[in-house]
């Protein structure tokens, strides 16, 4: 299958300071990216889905002010953690679709852990 | 919005037993997908399914769509520590990718 790659892995930060996660389709043209978060032993939570070129869509509750999304080409998204308080430490999921109900390809996750 | 309950929660069994995972949406799916995670990793892509009555395999995993596009079932047979992990069940709908809470599989030697 198709491969996406999340970068970092793992990330520590700071309190108060902002990180940026990577997610990039390496084989194939993402039309759309959709990112998660996942806390411990629960499912994956929608965050916001993104088109190329347009503004990401967010799901209720998610700030966008926050969790700002960026999907500038069809091969990279970014989701920025601004501000990040402890309560932001969790995984984080980008998954990458060519196009609306088809198969998505995810990333590794990233591990934010904010101190 | 819909939503997509997954039962039972967790499983443990014993290896070389069989094993079914349920899926039930509010609404009616348009696209099942079949994920399997390794807590902390990401997920691997197990099935797709997309018409009433369609059944697909993979080595020893069956996965079902019910004629009303309702209900996915995720058969293993002869159970295997390898199978052990989270199972995700996912649809597609208007643009989104949403899952159920996962169901947390343990096998046991």
């Known amino acids: 299958g198709a491969v996406v790659s999340q970068h970092p892995s793992r990330v520590i930060c700071k309190s108060g300071t902002s990180v940026k996660i990577e997610c990039r389709s390496l084989?194939?043209?993402?039309?759309?990216m959709f990112w998660y978060r996942q806390f411990p032993k629960q499912s994956l939570m929608l965050m916001a889905t993104?088109?190329?070129?347009?503004?990401?869509?967010?799901e209720q509750g998610v700030e966008k002010d926050k969790f700002l999304i960026n999907h500038a080409s069809l091969t990279l998204s970014t989701l920025t953690v601004t501000s990040a308080h402890p309560e932001d430490s969790s995984f984080y999921i980008c998954?990458?679709?060519?196009?609306?109900?088809?198969?998505?390809?995810f990333g590794q996750g990233t591990r934010l852990t904010v101190v | 919005s819909q939503e997509l309950e997954q039962s039972p929660q967790s499983l443990i069994v014993q290896e070389g037993k069989n094993l079914t995972i349920n899926c039930t949406s509010s609404?009616?799916?348009?696209?099942l997908y079949w994920y399997k995670q390794k807590y902390g990793e990401g997920l691997i892509f197990l099935m797709m399914?997309?018409?009433?009555?369609e059944e697909k395999s993979h080595e020893k995993i069956t996965a079902k769509l019910d004629e009303k596009k309702q209900q996915s079932s995720l058969h293993i047979t002869a159970s295997q520590p390898s199978h052990a992990g989270i199972y995700l069940c996912?649809?597609?709908?208007?643009?989104?990718?949403?899952f159920g809470q996962g169901t947390t599989l343990q096998v046991k030697p």
């Open positions: 993104s088109n190329e070129g347009s503004k990401a869509t967010y």
């Open positions: 998954s990458a679709a060519f196009g609306l109900d088809t198969e998505a390809f």
């Open positions: 084989d194939f043209q993402a039309t759309t």
């Open positions: 996912g649809s597609s709908n208007t643009g989104k990718l949403i």
């Open positions: 399914l997309q018409k009433g009555g």
């Open positions: 609404k009616t799916l348009y696209g």
